[in-house]
């Protein structure tokens, strides 16, 4: 089984553009959540989305935002791009059962990195 | 105050030796803990959940104390292979959102 997949690996934008990453999670599983990490911290909840609904937001402004389609796959996009904003982004699958979450937390794919110059 | 603490480190420890770390979190409301480890340029990874009562995998130990608000990991016979950065995790109010802590940088030496 596929685990979770996030397209693309590397991407190099400039400052004011627009950027969208995309994010599969794995079979079965309903819920994606997308993480920012930026170098040195720990990663920071942006959004979760379950059966097309956002379901949780993170401290992050407008200009992040995010939906998910029906086969759960999910999409992160981001406006108006600032150097700040140059992280790993990573999407995390769950069951979005909270007894599934509690006991084993989320799986998460091998991120986007994100360079903003 | 940030929602999970942890000391950044790093801790440099020889192969064999035993290492703890240790996180603070401020919700008391919080029902899920977790440790992951981090690779470096890699995703987080799943270590182990931490349970009220503790928790032990192999060479891994977890311990939760509610009262104080904070969750250990103990790592037992040091490997060269567990050199990463492991990250404590707590969720929030609800299921949809977990906390990261900054993570804890272990480095196994020879």
């Known amino acids: 089984d596929a685990g979770v997949t996030q397209s693309p690996t590397h991407l190099i934008k400039t400052r004011g553009q627009h950027v969208t990453l995309r994010c599969s999670p794995i079979?079965?599983?309903?819920?994606v959540s997308w993480y920012q990490q930026v170098l040195g911290q720990g990663p920071q909840f942006i959004f979760q989305?379950?059966?097309?609904?956002?379901?949780g937001r993170g401290n992050f402004p407008d200009r992040f935002s995010a939906r998910q389609f029906p086969n759960y796959s999910s999409e992160l996009n981001v406006n108006a791009l600032l150097l700040g904003d140059s992280a790993l982004y990573l999407c995390a699958s769950s069951l979005d059962r909270p007894s599934h979450i509690a006991n084993y937390g989320y799986t998460f794919g091998s991120g986007t990195r994100l360079t903003v110059v | 105050r940030k929602e999970v603490e942890q000391d950044p480190g790093p801790f440099n420890v020889p192969e064999g030796a035993t290492v703890a770390f240790n996180c603070t979190y401020s919700n008391s409301a919080s029902q899920s803990f977790f440790w992951y480890r981090q690779d470096c340029r890699k995703e987080p990874k799943l270590l182990m959940s931490?349970?009220?009562s503790g928790n032990e995998d192999g060479r891994f130990t977890a311990q939760l104390n509610r009262a104080s608000q904070y969750i250990s990991l103990l790592i037992r016979d040091s490997k060269l292979s567990d050199s990463a950065t492991y990250l404590c995790?707590?969720?929030?109010?609800?299921?949809?959102?977990?906390?990261f802590g900054s993570g804890t940088k272990l480095n196994v030496k020879p």
């Open positions: 079979s079965g599983h309903k819920s």
């Open positions: 989305y379950y059966e097309k609904e956002e379901r």
């Open positions: 995790v707590v969720n929030g109010i609800s299921f949809n959102k977990f906390y």
């Open positions: 931490v349970y009220s």
